[in-house]
């Protein structure tokens, strides 16, 4: 990577995350969502209230539009513009993740173009959408577009980095309670959710391979990262590997060589 990654007072006001519905996309978003609404060093930190809250579906200041499949139409985007400006009420942001944006007619999206454009600047606005061609071309201007097929290849989303890089540094220097701590945020992952959280991690931690000042202790976490990450996908469920990551059960784990 070049350089840190956005903080989340960084954070675009817009983004368009393009793709298949489902649980890589669903997961994507609201990892991005958690992020504008963490108060941690590192969004999403997983262990603040606010990353506790958001796991949980419970923030006040995360708002789903379109969860029941409908259409979201012009009244709909209204009724959006009218709620964006009460202010958050517990976080610096609000988010409104818009499950089927793509799913906006012409009106319903000159409606969102006129809240992205000056809409109040707390607010922010995640569009999910199959493509991102299902969004008029002005619309699209307003927003940075995430392509989840990129999310999960060289190009991975910022929110992502951050977390993979808490729990990278989690595992490598945190004590035993710290690191249970975040382990009850990455129970509440999916399996998609927590197999791009290991990828990434492994990532970071192959980084700092090379300036770690115990490279043998860094090799063997990577490792050990790795095998979890390989059992995720033989069906071991997310909750055991959440477990085996963070408390140290698993035979051999290097957290227990200290
Ligand atoms: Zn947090």
Redesign the pocket.
Known sequence: MNGPEPAASRLSHAYILSGPAGAARRAAADRLA?SYV???EN??????S??RKAAAGIHPDIVRVGEDGKDVNVAAVRALRSDAYILPNEAPRKVYQIENAGSMNASAQNAMLKLLEDGPPYAAFLLLAESDGDLLPTVRSRCETLRLDRLAGEAPDPALVEQSRTLAGLLLTGGELERMEYCVGLEKLDREGLAALLDQTVERLREGLLTSPDRKRALALTEHVKALRSALDFNVGPGHIAGWLCAGSMPGNPNKTR
């Not at 969004?43 to 603040?48: F, I």
């Open positions: 958690m963490c108060t941690g969004p999403p930190c997983g262990v603040c606010g990353c």
